[in-house]
């Protein structure tokens, strides 16, 4: 019998595997191109990108997957398109929350820049600048001061 051992396989050419490492090492920078887009958009974390894309590099490129809507996709067609329907998770760049509210008196405060969907109590305006007076006469800690204004306000 003529019957080939899984150990006697014929070798893969130098030529080919050289030329197979090349096609996946350029799908590799694809996939991490396409990535960076997604990370540029806010819809997924820079610290997931290495996992994602090591999972993304081995999905099936070959077979389709058929849906009921009628689309086929490669499973990594389909979960890059997936990754791009996703909500933003984080919004990069600077912030303009206004000038320190803790570094005004609470008049001073009354108008400040509160961000939307944040709320100010004004109600312990009163109590906040006694623990502060506290600080600087007694030079304790806030958590110390505001112990004492506390018992004051009593």
Do not use: C
């Amino acid at each position: 019998m003529d019957t080939l051992k899984p150990a006697e396989k014929p070798a893969e050419s130098t030529e080919f595997a050289a030329m197979r490492n090349e096609v996946a090492a350029v799908r590799r920078e694809k996939l991490d191109h396409e990535l960076e887009k997604l990370i540029d958009q806010g819809r997924l974390l820079p610290l997931l990108k290495a996992e994602v894309l090591t999972f993304a590099a081995g999905l099936d490129m070959a077979g389709t997957v058929s849906f009921s809507d009628g689309v086929e996709a490669t499973q990594r067609d389909w979960f890059m398109g997936y990754l791009a329907k996703q909500p933003k998770v984080v919004s990069f760049g600077a912030m303009d929350l206004g000038d320190d509210p803790f570094s005004t008196t609470p008049n001073q405060r009354q108008g400040g820049n509160i961000p939307d969907g944040y709320h100010a109590d004004r109600s312990q305006d009163a109590l906040l600048t006694s623990a502060r007076r506290i600080v600087q006469d007694k030079g304790v800690s806030f958590s110390d001061a505001l112990d004492v204004a506390m018992k004051e306000a009593r």
